[in-house]
Each structure stands twice: as structure tokens, then as C-alpha cells.
DNA sequence: CATGAATGAGTGTTCATTCAT
DNA sequence: GATGAATGAACACTCATTCAT
């Protein structure tokens, strides 16, 4: 396996485990055990447990922005652009639970694992937050959403699809997925007008 | 000092510690020191660390949930009602920011803490969704809301709330949080019409 | 309760307690818990747990010395005075097997609880070894017994009786003590032989 | 050092300190200490201070099975056997005393560490009473013994033993152990006629 | 690169003992 | 005498990290 392709790995089974079992619970035994490599290979790869759960947050925010980068790229109101990436923020928290779900909680919550002195753990999600402000910008100026402090359209858009995720999580959602699609989306366009 | 009071004031000690430092890198006898009590002596009021995370976010969720209540009980409109809770929540926030930091942070990131097999942790905070659960309903009735899956506007008034908060928490809101009651009211309003 | 009854009942307790738990396992709140009485209270009758343990093992010597000294006092053969000794031993082990137990158990093995510097915790079972000396002798002196080394006859002696006291213990034996007794009594007056 | 070989030390060191110590008494660190390693490589080779003390005791009957394993396989007389493995015994006693006063202390006495719920603590001296019990059926079958409950016998043999034993460990003896040999054999021999 | 034995600081929890009431 | 809250030292066990092989 290649160098680049053995720390994938690596990333992908901390992610996985990370969301499962917290961060705190997780051990880099279990990691490794989890790939078949041993628990010093670990740290040829990465330095410190810590920096496991930081490159993946940034792994995961980087696919959002992603998403939301080719959405955003295209020519279309800013309402559907919104219900654009509700909808593949659903598959791939259909796909990859753990990945959205590490997200909101290993990420948001586990503060002090992510934040330095010098820099807010806030950064590591910057690629995603960039985008986000593009989305709620353009929408401003094509004056399909109200102009108002961008705190609160963040707090609409992440927040409401935080809260779905959680529900998801608790495995209290009885119909599938994708069958929320619309009234999410329809939520989220009406709390940001 | 009465048997239940100083239970409370470690209480109030867990919940803060725990919240500025989360559940695993806080110990129990940072909080007896705050306190300036025995490590033994919490003992003799809680039986585990566990047991001290579980107390304390039963103990926000009445906070929460006795608001709610007393705004539930009032013959207003159901957006009214929302406005006004937005109003109180964020008072609350801006008093005891632990209190409401704890149940986003250390509540709905720590799963591995709250959770056990034969119920759902989500049930700790059940009297704080039942109240939630009434307002929706009763806007719903009154037409005010749109009758969509309670998860739904659960997510958008949870949500959004929770997205504020974590923003307060991150300090990068510029100005006071009272500032933002209106708009935040008025867009978990129109999320859930 | 007389002073001296709620000391007794007290060692008595512990007694148990120990014989069931034992020493370590054993916590002086579950002593205090087991006849009612406060914590605290323990210590206005007995200094440590150490001295409860010291207390009992004195209590269990002297009723066995006293049962011993009472069989030495009759006019009958060394031999039937074994017997007689064995019957009320197997019927005490039968009434009482938490006395014998804790002298087996509790007393012979927990060394470190009973010995100090200037003074053998052997001591504390004088009484006991005094009357069992003088078992041996008089059956010496009759002929009765081979005159060896005391220390054999000792060992022949409590040996058996503590290893029938284990089995006992270990609910192996199938049968009743009552009928260990005459096969019993035999196989220590053969030994002494 | 093998890995083998390193367990085995961290074996005869538990041994020795539990030994002279008592199980409650001793800690992982003294363990450690004396063999100069670290107390996290303990648990490297042994999952818990309760399996050391189980694989103590293990240890022990195995080697004393051993022994009375061999003598069993002699073509001789069972008194002779007996003679022989009350000399082995002593020896054995001389040589490695911690061995076998951790059989008779520790593992007879702290009942609560070796006992589990679905299993007689006393299964682990399996393969030493199996032998005992070889020794005892060939010599009933011989005539050399009386034939009775073979509870009664195994009480004569390990019960004499163990108050030797005991003694030894009181340091009360006079004469060296060998001394006993001959009469102990013949006590034992005589108890189980 | 890979291994996994070794390290040792760190933490939840226990419990004998004390003492103010 | 009686209470039981308070103390705090002690200890089993964990686990991120290192490093010799």
C-alpha cells in the first residue's frame, strides 16, 4: 500500500472509531488493531493523537466545502443551490454517518482537543465556512434571503442540519433519510428570508 | 451547609468545570478543590463521575424545560411564545453560559457518558422536549405552523438555537447577544411556518 | 443495650462479616450497617478494625480453650478425651461455622493484620495451645500417645480438624459433620500414636 | 529477557511478595519494583492483580502435582509413597517456602479473590488432589489403608502438612524441617490407617 | 518502514478514621 | 454516648508515546 494511501486509511478508521466511541475512549491500539498494522506505525504517520483527530476534521470539512464548492460554482437561485446541498448533505450522511456525525460531535463538542492558544479550533473548519458565506452572500444579493448578520444564516443553515444529524444519530427518524429533503431545505430557505 | 445545598453547589461546580474543560479532562478533584471539599466527599453525594454528568444535564434540562413550561402555560400566540422563549434562552445564556453549554457540548458529544443499553440518553432531557413538543403542537393547531414531522421543527428550533450558542460559546459574535433575539425568533418562526 | 452486650454484638457482627468477606473486603460501615448502629459509634467500643479483628480471634480461642479446658478436667482416657473434643468441635463448626471459619481463615492467613514487632500473633491463641498442650501431655504420660515433638502433635491435631473445617467450608462433604466424628477422632489418635 | 521468561519472574516475584505481604497488603508497584520493571509492563503479561494471583496458585499446585506425580508413578509401596512426598515436600518447603505458604495462606485464606460465581476457587489445585487422590485409592487398594471417605483423608495429609507448614512459618520449630520427616510420614501414614 | 514491549504519569474510586454536633 | 459528614492517602489500572530491534 502506498505511503499516501496506508495514512488514509489510518484517517478513515480514526474517524470511524473516533465517532463511535468518543475521542476520549478511543485508544491508538484500537486504531491500529483496526487496519492490522501495529500501534507504532500509527505514528509514523501521524504524530500525536490529537493531530489524528485534526486531519480529520479537516478531511471532513474539506468534502463539505467541497460539495458546497460545486454548488455554489453553478448558475442557479440560491434557494436551490440550498436545496442542492441539503440533498447531498443527506447521501453522505446516508453514506458516512461517521463523518458528518464527527462533525458535530467530536468536532463541536471535544473543544479542547481542537483549539490552540494561538488559533481557534474554529479554523479547521475554514473551507467549509468560506463557502457557506458565499452561499448566504449570494442569496443576499440576489435578494432571496434577508440581509442580515451572517451569525444567524450560519446558525440557520448548520444548526438545523445539526439537528437533523443529531435525530439521525438517536435513530429516532422512522421514515428514510432523503424523505426530509424538502421540508429541510424549505425550512432552512424560509429561516434565512 | 444543608445536606442539599452543597449536593447543588457541586453540582454547579461539575457543570462548569465540565463544560470549560469537558467531561474527560475535567477530574473529580478539580471540582472538590472549587468547592473546597474532599475528593472523598463528593462521594458521599454522587456515586460516580458519571453520575455527576447525568445529574447535571437533568438539572439543565428542568431549567429549560421549566421555562418553556411557563411560557406554554401563557394565552399568547404560538409565535409569540417562541419569541419569548428565544428572549429567555438567550438571557440564560448570557447568565450561565455553562449551563446551556453543557447540554450542547458535553450532553450531545459524549453519548459514550450518557447513553446505556437499556435507554436512550436522549431520555435525560425528555421533560425539555415534551414542553418543545407542546409549543410546536399548539402553533400547529393555531395555524401559525406549517404540520410537518415534529423532528423537523425539533431540529429547526434546537437547531438554531444550538447554532447561536456555539457561536456565542466560540466568542466571535460582535455584538450583544440581546441583539440577536429578534432575528433569531423570527427565523426558527419562519422555519417552522 | 448494655455497654458491654453492644460490644459484644459488635464482634459478633464482624465476626461474620470478615469470615463471609474477608478482612479487606470487609468495611467497617458494613459491620456498623449489619447491627444498626453508626459508623462512628464502632469506634467509641473498638479502637481500629485491626483491634475488631483481634477481639474476635481472642473471642473464637477462648471459647475453644474453654470447650478444651472443660474435656482436659475430666477423669477419662487422653483418647476419649480427643473424641469428646472432636464431637464438640464438629458441633460447634456446625452451630457456629463462621467462629471456626475465622480461625482458619481469617486469623491464620492474614498475617500481616495480627503480628506485630515485640509480640507473635500466634499469642492470641494461647489459651487454645495451652489446653491442647495438655491434652497431648496427659495422653503421653498415659502412654496413650508416642512422645514426640509437641510441634508434630500440634500439627496432627489442628491440622485435621482444619482440613476437615475447609472442606466443610467448601460445601464438598457429602455428608453430615456428625458423621466425620468417630473417623475423625480415630485418624487424629492414630496420628498421635 | 523472553517474553516467557519475563512473565515467569513477574510470577515468582507476585509469589514471593504476596506471600510474605498477603494479597490486600501488596501492590502492583512493589511487584514491579522488584523485578525493575515499570508497573504498565506488568499488565503487559498479566491482565490484572487477581489473574496473578491465580496464576500463582496455578503455578504452585502444578509443581507440587508434579512432584507426588512422580512418586505415584514408582512401583512402591503407598507408605513408602507417602514417606517419599513428605520428604520432597520439606524439601520443597525449604527451598521455596514463599511457594508454598502462598498455597496455604493466600489461596486458602482470601476465599473472595479466587472464587468465581460458576466455578470453585478450588478447581485450581485440580491436578495436585487428583494426584492426592492416586496416592490415597493405591493404597486402599493395597490394604495399606483404610478405606474411607477420602474427604477424611485428604483432611489427614494436607492438614498435617499445612500445621508443619504454619509452624515452619511461625518460626517456632527448634530442629531444621528434616528432622520431621520421619515422624510426620509416619503420623500421616498411621492417620490414614 | 514496521513492530510491540516498555514507560510512568494520571485518575476514578475506596475506606479507615476523625470530630463537630 | 451516638451520628455520619468530612478527610485524604492509597491503589489498581489505562494509555499516549517512545525506541530498540
Redesign the interface.
Known sequence: MSKEKKKNSILLASLEIFTK?????TTISQIAKHIGISVGNVYNYFPSKESLAKASIVFVTEKLATILHNINAQDIPAKEKVACFVEEYLEFLQKHPEMIEYF???Y??????FYQSDD?G?SLAESFIKELEKLVTDGIASKEFAN??F??S???I???????T??H??K??Q?DLAQ?KK??AH??C????
Open positions: 466511541q468518543g475521542f476520549y475512549k458535530f460531535r467530536i463541536l463538542a471535544n473543544r479542547e482537543v481557534s474554529f442580515q448578520d451569525y444567524i450560519f446558525a440557520c448548520s444548526g438545523i442540519l445539526g439537528g437533523i443529531f435525530l444519530g438517536e429516532v427518524l421514515a426530509y421540508n429541510l425550512a432552512i424560509k429561516s434565512l428570508s
